[in-house]
C-alpha cells in the first residue's frame, strides 16, 4: 500500500480518511499501523446484523515518531458506522492509549526519568458519533477503558485531541475528546455530548431546531469552543497545519502541556461550573450572548469571518487555573 | 439479515500481477465499498474474490462488473476481498482500479 506523506501535509483535514490522518500527523515513514486491513479484525456483531463490515472497524491504531518522541496515535473514521465505538475500534482504541502509558512507564524504569524530549505522546483523531449501538455494552465498557487509561495518563504522557473531520466528537467521545490536555480544532471541529437532532426530539424544535445549521455551528462549532476554552488551538484546515501545531507543542515540560487541561481536578470542575452559572443567570438563550460576556462586540460577524480575522480580534474566557 | 456473501474465481487471458505485495483503498461508507489486494502464489493465473455486501438479490450484477474488470485489466495471482456498503456498479470498477494503481500497478 503507498502512501504519500509529501502530498498528505496540504490535504484537508476535513476530508482525509483516518488512515491519511494517521500517517500525516507523524514524521515521514514512520508510521506502523496497530491490526491493519491485512489482519482482517472485523466486528463479528455487525456481520450477523447485516451491517456492513471493514477490515480496520472504522479506526486506524498505530506508532510513528515526531522527532525524537514515540507517538500512539488512534484515528477515527467517522464514514463507517458515524465513526461509532464498537468492541473491536474500541479495544483498538483503548489498548494503543494504555501502550503510551506502558511506554512511558517502561523508560521510566529503565532510564530513572523521562526526558522532555523524548516522552512518548498519545494523539486521538476523533470522528465519532459516540458508541455503536449495534453492540452497546462492548462499546461502552471500551470507552470507559480509554476514560480510566486517560486518568493515569495524566501528568505522565501529554494526551493530544484532534477534531475537524466530518463527524465530529459525539456523545461518549465527546467526553473522551475534552479529557485531554491539548485539543486542537480547525473551522469544522465540532464537540457535542448530544446531537442536534436528539436534541430538537427532547426538547422541541422551539428551544433547539436542529435544520438550522448555523445555530448548530455556532452552539457546538469550534470557533464557540475556542471562545469558551474548550478548544486551545483553532488552525487551518490541513493534514501539516495539525502537525505543526502538534510539532511545537511536544517537546515543552509536563507541566505547561497539561495547563490547558479542563477537567481532572476539583478546582478546574469549579471553574467549568461558573460557566453553567452564568448562563442560567444571565439567561442565555444563545452562543451569541455569551461571546458577548466575554467581551465580544462583533458577535453576529464572527461565524462568518475569514479564520485570520477571527483569531485576531477574538476574546477567550479567561482562565484562572 | 446476514450479510451477503460471494466467492468467484476467473482466469484472465492475459494475466498480469500486481507490483507491490498488497494494496489497500476505499472506506465502507453508505454507498461505497473496500478493496484489499493481496498476492498469493498458489494463484497463479488465477483470481479468487471475496465479496461481502449489504445488498441480496445482485449477485449476477457483482460477477458481471468484477469480471469485466478482471478481463480487461488482467489482474491475476492475487487473492481479492471486497467489503461493500450498497455501492454501484461504477463505484465498484473505479474502487478496484484505485486499489490496482495504490499497489503500484500491474506487471
Known sequence: MRINWEDLQSKSFYQATARERAYGIVDKDTFKEFLGPRDKMTS??????????EFDDGITVGVGMIKKHPVFVVSQEGKFVGGALGEVNGAKMAYTMKLALKTYE???????????DRKPICIVSFDSGGVRLHEANAGLLMHSESMETIWELQNKVPYIALTGSTIGAYGAQGFVCLSADVVIANDFGRIGLTGPEVI?????????????RALIWRTMGARSKYILGDVDYL????????????????????????????????????????????????????SKDLWKIY??????????????????????????? | MALRELNFEFKPENPKTL??????????????????????????????IHILTTVVGFDDV??????????????????VDINDNAATPAVVIRRLQQAVDNGGGLQ
Not at chain 1, 44 to 53: D, I
Not at chain 1, 109 to 116: A, I, M, N
Open chain 2, 62 to 79: 457483482w460477477e458481471t462488473v468484477v469480471k469485466k474488470f478482471i478481463d480487461r485489466s488482467g489482474l491475476s495471482g492475487v487473492k
Open chain 2, 19 to 48: 507490483k507491490d505485495e498488497w494494496s489497500h483503498i476505499g472506506v465502507v461508507a453508505s454507498g461505497d465499498l473496500e478493496v484489499l489486494i493481496e498476492k498469493e502464489n498458489a494463484l497463479k493465473g488465477k483470481v479468487r
Open chain 1, 106 to 116: 517502561k523508560m521510566k524504569e529503565k532510564y530513572g526519568t523521562v526526558p522532555d
Open chain 1, 235 to 286: 488552525i487551518k484546515d490541513t493534514i501539516g497545519a495539525f502537525r505543526d501545531t502538534i510539532v511545537n507543542i511536544v517537546d515543552q515540560p509536563m507541566s505547561k502541556i497539561s495547563k490547558t487541561r479542563k477537567v481532572g481536578s476539583p478546582q478546574l470542575v469549579e471553574e467549568n461550573l461558573e460557566v453553567v452559572k452564568l448562563a442560567a443567570e444571565k439567561k442565555i438563550n444563545d
Open chain 1, 295 to 321: 467581551g465580544n462586540t462583533n458577535v453576529d460577524e464572527i461565524p462568518e469571518m475569514p479564520q485570520e480575522k477571527f483569531l485576531s480580534v477574538v476574546k477567550r474566557r479567561p482562565r484562572r487555573i
Open chain 1, 200 to 212: 430538537q426530539q427532547e426538547v422541541g424544535k422551539d428551544e433547539f431546531d436542529a435544520s438550522d
Open chain 1, 44 to 53: 463479528p456483531h455487525l456481520m450477523v446484523l447485516g451491517e456492513a463490515v
